[in-house]
């Protein structure tokens, strides 16, 4: 028996209609999309802009502000790393400030730059995850380059409220940074809605190709990066490297289907999400739910359970061939550590080793629902025994 897939938050299947749409650009349509003399080359180009298009439109943006990458993680590094680098050049701005519950990408980019001189503030969540805006307030200055702070989180799902961190950014000409790579094609994502200066966007979390992402950019007022990889500067001189035609063709295609189908896929997520929630709580009505309210600035596909009495870990390998799920636990040099994101809103250790994330996703059906919860509330009333 196929697994159960419950873990759209980790990756989603490359929809079909995506897929169909990048196959020519692997064989019939092959040319390097920058070699302009000639039509192998103008046609492949050609796509990579018509996709840009596709997805400044879904974001409420100018294609000229949309830099390709390989994904969040490449765009959430040239967004700190860059802005950062050229702020402290121009403007001598040293401080760096982000969410304790930013994903580890966003961590250690930041991080790595306290080397270069950067000052870093880490700002507190409430126990619901949500970020704490008088820190965030009290920590401004004029020598604040960048705030980095995500707009859904990947773990707990709650969303930031980013058009008061962008207020906050204003007053004090500090450029904001989000990570959207959980919320594009979960919620309505425009740029100029949340008054973010830099995103970073996934395709494989939307139902596109792997490997493929990009980076919004404002151009108005404009923002300016220093690049991180070397070489002929295909995009705007900020990133180097021979874009893969059909990875943009599929993540444009993408965007643009789930655009279109947001407020359906929202309505469908939520149903699905709150069938598997009221099964879990008719079992065990103890069982609690980390982070905001099921229907309050949450993701629509997120549910993240403590359940008392059970090791997360052994909880989803011991189901792995029935259901696929995940905790937000990792393995360090042989020890199992918590979750920070769950650390951070005040679960002791017992309680983050005892947690699990499950997200619902457009191919979960109400009889996977239905089975999944039946197959891990008797796993974990075997557990307590």
Request: aromatic share 6%.
């Amino acid at each position: 028996m196929k697994p159960i897939y419950l873990d759209y938050q980790s990756t989603t299947p490359t929809n079909k209609d995506v897929l169909e749409k990048m196959i020519p650009y692997f064989s019939e349509v092959y040319g390097n999309p920058h070699s302009s003399n000639h039509q192998y080359g103008l046609t492949a180009h050609e796509a990579i802009e018509n996709g840009r298009k596709k997805i400044a439109r879904a974001i409420g943006s100018q294609p000229e502000e949309i830099i390709f990458t390989s994904g969040a993680t490449e765009s959430n590094n040239l967004a700190i790393k860059g802005s950062f680098l050229y702020r402290l050049k121009k403007h001598n701005r040293k401080k760096i400030i982000i969410a304790a519950t930013e994903h580890k990408c966003v961590l250690e980019a930041a991080n790595s730059l306290t080397s270069l001189g950067a000052k870093l503030s880490i700002i507190n969540v409430n126990n619901l995850g949500e970020i704490n805006l008088k820190q965030l307030e009290s920590e401004m200055s004029d020598e604040v380059a960048l705030v980095s702070i995500m707009l859904a989180n990947n773990e707990i799902g709650v969303i930031q409220p980013m058009n008061e961190i962008s207020n906050i950014c204003k007053k004090n000409n500090v450029w904001l940074h989000t990570d959207a790579a959980q919320a594009v094609g979960n919620i309505d994502v425009k740029v100029n809605d949340l008054g973010v200066d830099l995103m970073s966007i996934s395709s494989h979390k939307l139902y596109g190709p792997k490997g493929i992402g990009c980076l919004f950019f404002r151009r108005r007022p404009r923002i300016r990066l220093l690049p991180q990889i070397d070489g002929g500067g295909q995009e705007r001189l900020l990133r180097s490297g021979t874009l893969p035609t059909p990875l943009v063709v599929g993540f444009s295609e993408a965007m643009h289907i789930a655009n279109k189908n947001l407020s359906k896929n929202i309505i469908q997520l939520k149903f699905l999400r709150d069938r598997l929630h009221n099964h879990f709580i008719e079992f065990d009505k103890n069982i609690k739910l980390n982070g905001t309210d099921i229907n309050k600035n949450r993701l629509p596909n997120n549910l993240n359970y403590f359940v008392n009495g059970v090791n997360a870990l052994e909880l989803t390998e011991s189901l792995g061939n029935y259901v696929a799920f995940s905790t937000g636990s990792a393995c360090s040099t042989g020890n199992i550590e918590p979750s920070y994101v769950l650390s951070s809103i005040g679960l002791k250790k017992e309680e983050a080793l005892s947690s699990f994330r499950i997200s619902v996703g457009l191919e979960s059906t109400q009889e996977d629902i239905d089975k999944a919860a039946k197959i891990i509330c008797n796993k974990i009333s075997f557990l307590r025994k």
